[in-house]
């Protein structure tokens, strides 16, 4: 898969979740895996970083992601 789930929990460094081929789309992944309310972007993999070294100092970028592609734990 080419595609990567974001989020930020609060006070917590970005999360990236990977999606598998689960039959679900990638909207219906990022709100069933990410934390109720909080808002995830979808991707694509090359725009998350390969080097893992800081990655407990990752944060999200919201303003050049933009609009957000949904709410976990929300239809």
């Not at 990655?55 to 933009?66: C, T």
């Amino acid at each position: 898969m080419d595609k990567r789930i974001l989020f930020q929990p609060v006070g917590g460094p970005a999360a990236v979740i990977i999606p598998c081929e689960c039959g679900l789309t990638l909207e219906e992944v990022g709100i069933k895996d990410v934390p109720m309310g909080l808002p995830f972007w979808i991707v694509d993999a090359e725009t998350v970083p390969t080097d893992r070294a800081f990655r407990e100092a990752w944060e999200l970028d919201v303003q050049a992601l933009g609009p957000a592609d949904g709410l976990g734990g929300a239809k």
